[in-house]
Structure formats: C-alpha cells, structure tokens
C-alpha cells in the first residue's frame, strides 16, 4: 500500500524527500507558505556524500555550478595552512564536489518533479497526530490529512515548535553572503580559498561560469545593529587579505549586502518522535555553515528516511516504528556533524596557526574520513546497488526498494 504523506515545506528538503517517496511509490503532497517555490541567497557546496543521494534521486547534475578539485586554506597573514585535496576524497568516495546556486540546485530537483505535488500558498499553522497517522492546518481554515507527515519546514520550523522541540540558538557569528559574477577573480576555478583572521573568516568559493560565491564572516550578536554601508564595514576588516579578495571588495555594493547578514543558528537535536510525525532537514537539525553540510545533512536524511519507509513489511504498517528508526539511525551522525560544524577554533587564525605543521594528506584524509564515517556509507552503497538493478534494460524505471504501488 503506498502510504499518504503530507511534507510540509519545498525547500531543497522537502522536495528531496518528495522525490524520493514519489519515486518509491508513495502518495506525496509538499505544501509551502509561498506563493512560488523558488530559492534565494547564494549558492551550496554539495560534497560526495550529498551527490551520491541526488544520483541515488535521479536528479540529473552534469553541467551544474563549478566541479571543485581542492580548497585552500590560509592566514590573513597570507600564511598557508592546508590545500585540501577534493580529487583525492572523490576518488575515495565515489562522487564529485560542486559549488551549485541554490536556484539551480532547486530546479535541478524540480526537473521532472510533477508539479501539482506541490501546494503553494498554505502556511501551515498547525499539526497534530491522529488516531490513523497526522493532520497539517493551514491559514486559510483548511486541512490535509495523510499516513505521516514530515516537517521540512526550516530554520524556524513550525512543525519543531508543535512538537515541543526547543527552537535554534545563535552561536555568535553571522555571514554576510552572496554571489557576484567577476571574472578573473580567482585564479583558477576549480579551486576554493577560505581565509581565516583573528576577528573573523571569508571564502571565496567558484560557482559555475563567472559566478563566485563570496562570505564573511563575523561576530554576531542579538543586539546587532545593521550599519548604514554595510560594504564599509566590511572592506575594513577583509581589505588586503589577498589580491582575490580585494578584488571582490571592489566589486561589491551595499546592493550585494542587502539580503545579509546571515547569522549561525545550531539546534539542539530532537528526541525521539511520537507517532507519524518526524522532522526533516534544517527544521531538525540547523547548524553553522563551517562545514557547507547542511544541504548535505538534509539529503541524507532524504536517503535514510526513504529507507526507512521502504522497509516496512508488506501488510504490517509500522509507520511511526519507522520514522523512529530514521531518527535514530541518523541522529549520532548528524551529531557529529553539528558538533564539528559548530567548533569555534574555525574562527580563530592563532589557534589553527599548528595546523599548517600537519601535511596536506593528513588533513585531507581527516576530512574524508569524518565525511566518510558521518553518511552512512555501507547503507548508501547498498540503496545505490539496489536502484542500479530497478532500471530495467529498455530505461524505464520502476518503483525501487520493495515498494509496490
Ligand atoms: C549563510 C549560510 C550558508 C550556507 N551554506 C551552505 C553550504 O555551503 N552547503 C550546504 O550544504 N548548506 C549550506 N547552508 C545550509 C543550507 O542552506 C540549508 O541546510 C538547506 O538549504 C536546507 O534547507 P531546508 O529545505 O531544510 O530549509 P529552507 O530552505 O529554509 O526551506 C524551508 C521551506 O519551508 C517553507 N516553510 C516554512 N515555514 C512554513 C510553514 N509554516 N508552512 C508552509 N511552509 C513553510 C519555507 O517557505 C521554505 O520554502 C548554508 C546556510 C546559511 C545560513
């Protein structure tokens, strides 16, 4: 029986998620407040572990943003620290790194999605667990009911707060972000710099063609008071950090600032659920963007959650025995990942000075090893088998992982 379930919010989340339980054969409805789906802001380093599942959702890549080969990392001293080798760690573990706008990474996602899945325009303001699964309540007085429902609804979740999960704290830092489209601002594209300071760290981060991501980031606090030229500010405390960088500096405008800043948010992670209700993506699990995991974070939640659903024995519906084991098979990696994430030695040049004493096959390997033991690896390798042998010959494809429509 294909099970009724109702996602609440089409962020790169929710209709990741979608996607894969639409493709496992079950009846799924994503609703969002806004009257279009659409994403804002910059863009997204998506590394080998979210790759694998956007292949795992047939979500189709080639040509999207920048294929990265390694990532630079210095003093604003201009003293080197470590180059990560991305080649080494998607040799290791099987898929590219790219840097991706979040608008194309949504329509990539929507490429093929069948749209009237979709409800814009239906804030959710309320959800509940009923005798048979969970209800969603919209403004507008409506509502919908299904066998499960799934909160992907964000940094300030309203599903969370329903379930009585305590909301994000901030950690004390904000970025102030965007994309810019400068050509010869890096030397060579393929290849990330981040630039730490004793007050604060940027990146600069190729995204495709002349596009470059850009950050900054500085402390942050709730009695922050946005300056009238934000630009000023911030050529102040990034100017002469390397020719790149003032290269940007010169580029940008308090145009550019508009939307930012963006302060870090982390959640403390939810206990265990009860009954069809699970959370999914930012609205679980928010975190710094140290990392560039959270997209990341969000897509293996897709993969372990489809997992988890697909799993049940015919006949017997264990639904909230299910996203049980979800929440469970994620939450000590996800942990990890938040934790680390959240470190504020990022932060500081003098403390990450002995750094540069290790090599750069050491750091390297760290980096892979931790993405390695954080994404569920064994279980990926095996959905991604499974799925190879669903495609049948002619290129059709047919429900995967045991789900019968
Ligand atoms: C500065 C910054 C930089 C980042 N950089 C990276 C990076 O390099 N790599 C990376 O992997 N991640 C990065 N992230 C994190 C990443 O952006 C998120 O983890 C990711 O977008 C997950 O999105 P989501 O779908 O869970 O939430 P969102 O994108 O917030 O989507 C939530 C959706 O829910 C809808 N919604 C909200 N409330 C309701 C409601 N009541 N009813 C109906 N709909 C509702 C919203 O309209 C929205 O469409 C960064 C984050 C920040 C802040």
């Not at 329903?162 to 030397?187: F, I, K, N, Y």
Request: hydrophobic fraction near 40%; charge should be positive; glycine fraction near 10%.
């Amino acid at each position: 029986m294909p099970l009724r379930i109702l996602v609440v919010g089409a962020g790169v989340s929710g209709i990741s998620v979608a996607r894969g339980l639409l493709r496992d054969g079950h009846d799924v409805t994503v609703f969002d407040q806004r009257p279009q789906v659409q994403a804002g802001g910059g863009a997204v380093t998506i590394w080998s572990n979210g790759a694998t599942v956007l292949r795992q959702l047939g979500v189709d890549m080639d040509g999207a943003g920048q294929l990265l080969s390694s990532v630079r990392v210095s003093t604003s001293h201009r003293r080197r620290l470590a180059t990560l080798d991305v080649a080494a760690m998607v040799n290791r573990l099987g898929a590219p790194v790219r840097m991706v706008a979040r608008r194309v990474l949504l329509e990539r996602l929507l490429s093929g999605f069948p749209v009237e899945r979709i409800r814009c325009e239906a804030r959710a303001v309320n959800v509940s667990r009923t005798p048979t699964g969970a209800q969603v309540e919209f403004a507008d007085g409506s509502h919908a009911q299904g066998d499960l429902l799934i909160g992907a609804d964000g940094l300030h979740s309203m599903v969370r707060h329903a379930v009585g999960e305590p909301d994000a704290q901030p950690t004390g830092w904000c970025s102030w972000q965007g994309l810019v489209t400068l050509a010869d601002a890096v030397d060579d594209p393929h290849v990330a710099q981040v630039i730490i300071g004793e007050h604060g760290n940027l990146g600069l981060w190729p995204a495709g063609g002349a596009d470059l991501q850009w950050w900054f980031d500085l402390p942050w606090s709730r009695d922050f008071v946005r300056p009238e030229h934000p630009i000023d500010e911030i050529r102040s405390g990034f100017a002469g950090w390397s020719a790149g960088v003032d290269r940007v500096l010169a580029a940008l405008t308090d145009d550019h600032l508009a939307h930012s800043p963006y302060p870090h948010f982390r959640h403390r992670l939810p206990r265990p659920g009860r009954g069809a209700l699970t959370l999914l993506g930012d609205a679980a699990h928010t975190m710094p963007p140290t990392l560039a995991q959270g997209t990341n974070q969000a897509l293996l939640d897709t993969m372990v959650l489809c997992r988890a659903l697909s799993e049940l024995p015919a006949g017997r519906v264990d639904v909230p025995g299910a996203l049980r084991w979800y929440e469970k098979t994620r939450r000590r990696k996800v942990a990890a990942v938040s934790r680390v994430a959240s470190l504020q030695v990022c932060h500081g040049e003098s403390v990450l000075r002995p750094a540069s004493l290790l090599s750069d096959r050491l750091h390297t390997w760290a980096l892979t090893t931790f993405l390695h033991c954080t994404s569920h690896h064994r279980l990926a390798t095996e959905i991604s088998r499974k799925l190879a042998v669903a495609v049948l010959p002619s290129g059709t494809s047919r429900p995967a992982l045991g789900v019968t429509p």
